[in-house]
């Protein structure tokens, strides 16, 4: 009786054992859920905390139904990258309980201008468009396809030169190649494709200078800087 007595006690403590463990446990995590400590590592422009805090919540709550036992927070992650607007983001669990979320922010470097409008960072990465108030260049073109990425690098390296980091209005692409159009100069200017960049924007620069200082180089509405050695200017 007394051998029975002691198997049905230790069956209860294990009971109470396992279920004062099992309580703590979803106690631990509901904690977890309601405490997201989200910053931003550079200034937000296109997400806010609230945002992401719901996203983190949605997120959570799908892993918890699949995973019971633990908390994944790579997959949270992986989940959080899914989103647009985020290029990278470091989930961490805090001591105290709760997670600590570090967002790195894509950062726009253009406006695409298409059936639909977006805006653009340098990876060609595309995300909606909402007002930011920066002035960004605006790009051009028929359709969304592959020259996206390359159309993004080529502005990043436009935006490294100093002048068309200030005079850069829009950036068209055709046919014939890219077409940009300056701030504070009334003609266009035929870049053609991507090749000898550094070439074709010294002739800019000269152009420019000569044409700020000299009336002879007025009243043009076309510069061609595709041909080597020289500068096509024309009127319509």
Known sequence: MKRHSGVIFLMVMFLLVGSSYWFSQLKNRARTLDKFSVEFTHPALLLDTLLVNKLLTQNFKIQSNEDKE????????????????VQNVE???????????????????????????????VEGVLFKYQPIGLRLPILKMDSINATIS?????????????????????????EIGYTLELRSFPFQVILGDSTQLKHKLEKLRIFCAFQI???SLKGYDRINLSYDNQVVATTL
Do not use: C
Not at 151 to 160: G, M, P, R, V
């Open 213 to 215: 200082s000299q009336d």
């Open 70 to 85: 633990s908390l994944d927070l790579n997959m949270l992650e992986t989940q959080l990258k899914r989103t647009q607007e």
């Open 91 to 121: 989930i961490y669990q805090l001591p105290q309980g709760g997670l600590s979320v570090a967002v790195t922010e894509r950062k726009p470097l253009f406006e695409l201008e298409s059936h639909t409008r977006f805006l653009g960072d």
């Open 150 to 174: 390359s159309s993004a690098d080529l502005i990043s390296k436009l935006k490294q030169d100093p002048l068309l980091d200030f005079e850069l209005e829009t950036i068209s692409l055709d």
